[in-house]
Every structure is written in structure tokens, then in C-alpha cells.
């Protein structure tokens, strides 16, 4: 599209983040710049098996979008499984659903800003979901979920829920580790500088 056109949808948007990665390129950045390509040959024929369109990559983290919602919860999964045995390449993956404005490169709107928020929510290994992502695989039995925490999330007005994938064995978060992370949670309308990473699926 013209690179001055706005495109709006509704998307499950899902970000992303490799734990421990500004401390690995801080002591050894060609080990950083290899586990990026890791990434890279590992993940990318995953997002394309479930249809994904990788828009950017930011940092440690990807830019993707899906069709389906529940595709972007079984490419998240899938995601997890394919990385498990690969040293260093620890994921956290979040997921909201809402509306997104695709503009040239740029993904931008208050629920990308959501599921930015949700992210670090993860266990290492795992993937939370939102209320609203949770309430659009409810029925699907292939996807089992258990609520974590209900937070004032950092320059988020809407009420959240965040809920663990707990299929295929995935973990669930430490919950001392979650509740450090609300206490640190500055008040509505503190804007904090987010790490983007995130997969975006069409509903």
C-alpha cells in the first residue's frame, strides 16, 4: 500500500521477547547476532506454515500477521515446541486481540500497546493471552488456559485479565515473579517505553 495509507483491522496481536537477550549481546555480540539468525531459520517456516506475514523485525523480536486468531494461538505454541531444545532462545509470547492501523511498516493503536504490556506476563517457554483472546478459543478444545492476574497494566485505561496457554505442557508463570511486576506497575496513564515483538492475527 502507498506508504501514506492506513489500513485498519481487527487482529490478535502477539508480541514476543528472547529472555536474557540485551545481557547476551552486552558480553558477546556475534553469539547475539547468531542466536538472531537461530531465530530467524527457525521461526520464520513456522509462522509460514500457519499463513503469518512478518511485517518487521524489532530488536530480538518479530512483527507478524495471521488471519485467524486461533492460528496465531496454535503458531505460538508451535513456536515454543520448535525452540525448546535450542540454547539461549528463550521466548515469552503475549496476545491481544483488537484493532491495529498498518501503516507502511509501522503497526500502531491502543491494543498493540496492550499486547506489548502482556509479553513480559509469560512464563520463559510459555504464552499469555488476554481476556479477549481467551474468550475467542474457549471453545476450541485444543487450547486449555488458566486465568494469572488481573493488573493495572502500564498506560492501559481498559480492564485486563491474563490468562497461560497451558496446552502441550506449556509452563506457567512464577507467580513471585508476576506479582513483582504489578508492584513496579506505575499508575494509568504512565506511558513506559515498550519492547515490541509481536504476531498479529486477522479475526
Do not use: W
Amino acid at each position: 500500500m502507498p506508504s501514506n495509507q492506513i489500513e485498519r483491522k481487527l487482529a490478535a496481536i502477539m508480541f514476543t521477547d528472547i529472555v536474557g537477550f540485551t545481557s547476551i549481546a552486552s558480553t558477546n555480540e556475534q553469539y547475539a547476532i547468531d542466536l538472531l539468525q537461530k531465530q530467524r531459520i527457525t521461526l520464520f517456516p513456522v509462522i509460514e506454515k500457519y499463513n503469518g506475514i512478518v511485517h518487521k523485525e524489532l530488536g530480538d523480536g518479530l512483527l507478524v500477521s495471521f488471519n485467524l486468531t486461533s492460528e496465531s494461538v496454535k503458531c505460538a505454541i508451535a513456536m515454543q515446541k520448535s525452540i525448546k531444545d535450542i540454547k539461549d532462545l528463550n521466548l515469552r509470547i503475549g496476545i491481544h486481540e483488537g484493532e491495529i492501523a498498518i501503516g507502511g511498516n509501522d503497526v500502531l493503536g491502543d491494543d498493540v500497546n496492550v499486547a506489548s504490556r502482556i509479553e513480559p506476563f509469560s512464563a520463559v517457554g510459555g504464552v499469555s493471552i488476554s481476556g479477549r483472546v481467551q474468550q475467542n478459543i474457549s471453545s476450541n478444545p485444543d487450547f486449555k488456559t488458566q486465568f494469572i492476574v488481573k493488573p493495572n497494566l502500564k498506560g492501559v485505561s481498559q480492564e485486563i485479565s491474563i490468562f497461560a496457554i497451558i496446552s502441550e505442557n506449556l509452563p506457567l508463570p512464577d507467580m513471585s515473579t508476576i506479582n513483582a511486576k504489578i508492584n513496579k506497575t506505575p499508575p494509568i496513564g504512565v506511558i513506559a517505553p515498550s519492547h515490541f515483538i509481536c504476531v498479529i492475527a486477522s479475526i
